[in-house]
Structure formats: C-alpha cells, structure tokens
C-alpha cells in the first residue's frame, strides 16, 4: 500500500514515522522468488502470503508523481513496487508484535490534520472529499491507510521505549563529537628508504650463487634466474633493515624518547597533519589533504594516539607505503557534562542510534524468514 513517506500522509501534515525509520527499511534486501507463470496480473506482489494489487501500486506511483522523475519507467516503477514491499514487511511485523490503534485514534488523527482544516481552525469535511477524490480514495480506503501508518509509528514507538542512555554516554559521546586532534609526524617511504640504504641492500653474484645453491627450488628458467634471485634478496635486506630501524625507535618509544629523536633516526620528512575528531581519518594538513590511512587504519595509532604524550615519540608503524612515527600536537577531548540543550540533543541522536540498531537486528530475522514473489511485468 503506501509507506510512511507516501506524500499523501505527507500534504495532510501528518507526520507519522521518524526519516531514520525509513533509512533503515530502504537499506534492506528483498528477496525475489517470483515465477510469474499463472499468476493474477492484477497482483503485482505477495508479500509472505498477503497480496499487494495493482491499484494500489497505481496509487502509490501517482501520489510520487509530482517528486519524482520519470516515474513512469521501468527502473522507477520496480524502485516503487520495492517500497511498497518494505512497507507491508514493516507492517506485518509490526501486527505480529501485537501493535493495534482504534477507530477512535484513527479519526481523531485525521479531523486534527491541518489540511482538513478551514481558516477558523475547525475541521472541514468538505476539504477532506476534496482530498479523497483528488487521490482517488474512499473513506475506508483513506482510513485503513492512516491505521498502517500509526500501527507502524506504534512499533517504533515501542523500541524507543526500551531503549535508555546512560549520563556517561552522553558525556562520552559528547567528548567524541567535540574533540580536537591534530599529530606531527615523519613518514620516510620505501622508495626513499632504497635510494638510502642502497649500498647496504647491494646483492653480490656470490650471495646469488649461494643462495641458487641452498635452494634448489629457485632454479627455474637460466635466464631469469639470477636477477629473480637477486631482486627476492634485496628485498630479504630491505625488510630486515626497517625492521632493525623500527625495533631501535620502538625502544626509544617504550623508554619515553622524544619524538625529534625518532624522526631523526627514521630520517624522513616531518608534517602536520589537519585537525579532525576522534574516530575521523587522519589527513594531510590544507583543505584537500589526502587520507593518510597507514595511520588512520592502523590499530597502534588507534590505541596510542591519546595516551601518547605530547612530545614523545610513537612506535613505528610500517605499511605497504613506508614507515610512520607520530607525536599528538593537539588533544583537546572535553570529558564533561555538556550544556543542557546539547545534553537532550546528544541523548536523543544517542537513542536514535540504539533504536535503529535494534530496529536492523530485529527486521533482519523477520526478513531472513520472509518469503517475497513479485510480478515485475509494468509493461
């Protein structure tokens, strides 16, 4: 039938469930079973058993007509039939919790709903056939629609009502979204390394003979043979010599050396990265600094990053690229009680947050279950 973002809800300023709701639904799956040999062409989907009919597609394409473009092709028409889908998995699971309204609500909602409304603020009902003959709906049809969209809202409201955060989280997460980081670091790549060490990566024919001798293995093809050879020892050199540097500074770094030291000794070229916030990337200083995610990525700046005294030298970290040390310029992570407003603020994302999470787990096993048939024939 219709979602909850279906612009019918939508232009009777009915607002019925929350945008992140919708986010969740749209990033699911839908398993597509269909064989489309004998079935009813008036029924464009069945959703575990429960049949979703063409009129009611037409409806639905109709009512995002005027937001949405070329709603009449192909691609746009499976998008919408997909949509409906979601919508009835949400509302069957919904029923299956036991989430009902009465007739009651129902009609309350809808004489309370602004476009139904004249200018003294009463309730018109001349301004609610309007609106049914607009999008070619009967009463009834207009109530059991707003009746799925408040079962639904209902769910929801459920989940967030068992979901709690703690002061310490808010504090937290606070201190998260409003710290401040920013490192110095010395980064000398493998290139750089090579051009540096050449003398001592240098390969000897005998060195080459000995080891074509030891293994025999290596003797393949005599003409490649030797510089194959060659190149697997020079190699064998260089990663024992940055695992030499990088043993020496990781000794300086457990001894609480400073950072000057560690850069000199690694020899590379000293930056400043950008200022960025607990769990973002680190990036290259300037507006379109690259991610540096030898960093960003790994779990030893990760653990040591704000533990790390300013001015002291990291261990090193070895990548695919070279080799890293780090030392915190700026560690500004204000673990306090946030002002009032941005207190309700952080608990409400903080709550969100943990209402979707729960909302995923649980619409996950319910579609894992699910069986979906869909008669994709809009021709």
Known sequence: MFDSKSPVIKIAGYAIVGFFVLVIIISFGM???MSRLGVDKSIVAVVNGEKVHHLDFLRYRNSVS???PDVNSKEMQHY???SMIRYRLQLQKARELGMQVSDDRIKRVIREMPMFRDESGKFNRQHLNLFLDHHHLSLNDYYVMV??????EEMVRMIQGGVGVSRD???TRSAVDNSRLQIRYCYASNSELRKRWAESLRVSDAEVDGELAANRSEVKDPKTDRQRVKSKLEDRKFEAKKKEIAGEIDRLSLEGGSFEKAAARLGGGVRISSVFKVGEPVREAGEKGNVLYSLSD???FIGDCLSLKSGSSSRVISSFDGLYVFTPLLK???LREPAAAQYEAVEMKLKNDKTNAVYINMMTVFL???KVSKNLNFD
């Open 80 to 82: 919408i039939l997909d």
């Open 298 to 300: 790994s779990p030893l």
């Open 332 to 334: 500004d992570v204000p």
């Open 66 to 68: 005027q937001r949405v």
């Open 169 to 171: 989280e808010i504090i």
């Open 31 to 33: 398993p597509d079973f």
């Open 147 to 152: 009746r799925e969209d408040l079962v639904n």
């Open 368 to 370: 894992e279950k699910s």
